[in-house]
């Protein structure tokens, strides 16, 4: 006899769900046991929900045909929108976030990113999905980018930088093959351009050290 599994169910679905236990201050993982004539077995762990954190690998902005920024003039500093139609990647560790998923459910992915304060007018509307790069391209292509499972945000300026959570979608088929994340605009416009700071300090921004979360049942 193998470990069980706790379910629930609503109306029209059974699901897994996960066992915890409480003491005055905390929260940990619970156990829940079944036996066969003569032996306990545990049920827990069935499916615990874990979390891990990626850290950025590389960062890098194209313009709307794919052609890499120059580091010289622009830094590697993801960009999204303005009239050039700017496109900006973040990539991370493919191997390292396969190795955490195995054979689990991913229930969120989300990403950090640190946005520049623009000094122009207008408050940026954007949007992030996953891409596929597992290195930094010489050029990006949409075909590598997935834009079916889009999360979209506004970025009101305040007059200062700082940073955001964006959660994506979380179809685990999208993210057997992740690269990371990519950026653009809603509408290719002066007033809807954006810059991020990358994982390089450079053209009068800091680095930022991005991170990729994802929170996985398994």
């Given at each position: 006899m193998g ?160 940073t955001r ?12 093959d992740i ?40």
């Amino acid at each position: 006899m193998g470990k069980g599994v706790l379910w629930k169910a609503n109306t029209a679905n059974w699901s897994e769900t996960i066992c915890k236990k409480f003491t005055t201050t905390t929260m940990s993982d619970g156990r829940i046991r079944h036996a066969g004539t003569s032996t306990w077995y545990d049920n827990y762990p069935m499916d615990s929900l874990e979390e891990q954190y990626f850290n950025v690998v590389w960062t890098q902005g194209y313009n709307a045909s794919g052609v890499k920024l120059d580091a010289a003039t622009w830094g590697d500093h993801p960009r999204a929108g303005d009239s050039i139609g700017f496109i900006g990647l973040w990539g991370f560790d493919n191997a390292a976030i396969l190795s955490f998923l195995g054979d689990g459910t991913i229930e969120e992915i989300s990403i950090e990113v640190m946005f520049d304060d623009p000094s122009h007018a207008g408050n940026p509307s954007l949007i992030f999905a996953p891409h596929v790069y597992h290195s930094k391209p010489a050029s990006a292509s949409w075909s590598n980018i997935n834009q079916t499972y889009k999360a979209y945000s506004t970025f009101n300026q305040t007059g200062s930088d700082y940073t955001r959570w964006i959660s994506l979608p979380t179809p685990n088929l999208i993210y057997a093959d992740i690269g990371g994340i990519a950026v653009w605009a809603a509408s290719n416009t002066p007033a809807n351009s954006a810059r991020f700071a990358g994982k390089t300090t450079s053209n009068g921004m800091n680095a930022f050290n991005s991170r990729l979360r994802m929170r996985v049942t398994k």
